[in-house]
């Protein structure tokens, strides 16, 4: 090992090779990262300046946001960098960097769906204590908490993982550092590693996956009790938006990272990371405010006022 050089930094395969295929993926993915970043924080700057939406669940989807918004943004500005300058190098320090915030951002993510789920489960089974328990210092603390966890939790598998012997191949086969990919390079026996990161991975998905179904198994249970269809109809949209947006961020993560033979198909997992770290930040707003009400009509009235304001600039 001696004798080996030390990797100083890792080659990032990315997409494809062809530079003309470069060239409209840089146009696809900054179209995409645009409208991302700009959707949500249309959704951030709404639930801020609207009185109706000063509530504790659009306080989460305001915070939700704000990770998305960080989740695509440690991955994709790396990508277009590297599509339009050819160069596909990071440096170790930087992919350590990009490792610990994606997957910082990714496991508070998770932690945060598991907190809006318990809000609506509170609001639909307990609306007589909601106020009572749903206070903005215990919704402050969730927040906080959900970055706490996520940092503590990837934090000593990463410092583990990059305290390895990389001595060459440096051929990263993703578009971003990915902690298994990276697991490949690693000149020594890193199953041990590999294993505790998958129990470590296994328990944040599935662990906040089930506190999710719990609540919503039984908002759901108390909902169809309803005798009163229009009752029924009118309780399960608050909630639709947001089994909407946990399957398709659990469903591809599930797949990526929990999946026993996630070793063996990175080209497979690739792909699903484009749906995770690309389609999902964008859809994600748009899923909340066309099947939002509040949203919609909150997000009327700021245009209506700003129309207004333009027109008459002494109002």
């Known amino acids: 090992m001696e004798n080996q050089t030390a990797v100083t930094e890792f080659i990032l395969l990315g997409f494809t090779d062809v530079r003309c295929l ?12 645009i409208l991302t970043i700009a959707g949500n924080v249309l959704i951030i700057s709404i639930t801020l300046v609207n009185q109706r939406l000063q509530t504790p669940m ?28 050819g160069c596909q190098s990071i440096s170790v320090a930087g992919c350590f960097a990009q490792c610990l915030f994606y997957l910082t ?9 598991a907190a809006m789920s318990f809000d609506r489960f509170v609001a639909i089974c307990n609306p007589l204590h909601y106020t009572s328990i749903m206070t903005s210092h215990f919704c402050d603390w969730l927040v906080l908490a959900s970055w ?8 000593v598998p990463l410092v583990l993982l990059f305290q390895l012997p990389f001595c060459g191949p440096n051929i990263i086969n ?3 550092c990915d902690s298994a990919a990276l697991l490949k390079l690693a000149c020594t026996d890193t199953r041990l590693l590999g294993l505790l990161s998958f129990l470590l991975v296994t328990g944040s998905i599935l662990g906040t996956l089930a506190v999710t179904v719990f609540s919503y198994f039984k908002v759901i249970s108390l909902v169809m009790r309803i ?6 109809q009118k309780a399960f949209p608050t909630c639709s938006s947001h089994i909407t947006v946990i399957s ?6 599930i797949f990526v990272y929990v999946t026993p033979t996630w070793s063996s198909r990175l080209d497979q997992s690739r792909a699903v990371a484009v749906l995770n770290n690309i389609v999902s930040p964008l859809l994600n707003p748009f899923i909340y405010s066309l099947r939002n009400k509040q949203v919609k009509e909150a997000l009327r009235d700021t245009l209506s006022q700003s129309t207004a304001f333009s027109k008459d600039p002494k109002m």
Do not use: D
Not at 248 to 253: A, E, K, M, R
């Open 22 to 33: 470069q060239i409209l993926l840089f146009i696809l993915l900054l179209i995409t990262y």
């Open 58 to 85: 659009y306080f989460f989807l305001r915070n939700f946001s704000l990770l998305e918004i960080s989740f695509t943004s440690a991955s994709i500005p790396k990508v277009l960098f590297n599509v339009a300058s």
């Open 105 to 113: 951002v990714g496991t508070a993510e998770f932690c945060l769906l």
């Open 148 to 155: 706490l966890i996520g940092f503590g939790y990837v934090i």
């Open 174 to 176: 993703h578009f971003f």
């Open 227 to 232: 005798p009163s269809t229009a009752e029924r």
């Open 248 to 253: 398709i961020t659990y469903g591809s993560c």
